[in-house]
């Protein structure tokens, strides 16, 4: 939206003979200032464009953070999940001795 109204100010920045009397000094100043306020309004136009290119940037560098925080939770819980097997494994085969020491008997 700011874009868009810099473009206009800069697009509609004109001057009309009846504003400025007719001398070639006042004239000069008018062009001055209307250069320099061209040159502004591109230069707001940059910055703005920059900003917008910032913010971009950094909604990317917070949509990676969330990646690799859902990566490091999906790490954990594979962890977790070897675990777990390793926990079960351990089990079968305390419960293998047993009935085998149990048949022994």
């Known amino acids: 939206m700011t874009l868009e109204c810099l ?5 509609n ?4 003979r009846t504003s400025v009397p007719n001398h070639t000094g006042h004239t000069k100043d008018m062009k001055y200032a209307l250069t ?3 040159q502004n309004t591109e230069s707001l136009t940059k910055s703005i464009r920059n900003t917008e290119s910032l913010t971009k940037s950094i909604q990317n560098t917070e949509s990676l953070t969330n990646s690799l925080q859902n990566a490091e939770s999906l ?5 977790n999940t070897e675990s777990l097997t390793k926990s079960l494994q351990n089990t079968e085969s305390l419960t293998k001795s047993i009935q085998n020491t149990d048949s022994d008997y």
């Open 36 to 38: 320099k306020s061209i």
């Open 7 to 11: 473009q206009f100010i800069r697009d």
């Open 75 to 79: 790490t954990k819980s594979l962890q």
């Open 13 to 16: 920045n004109t001057l009309t």
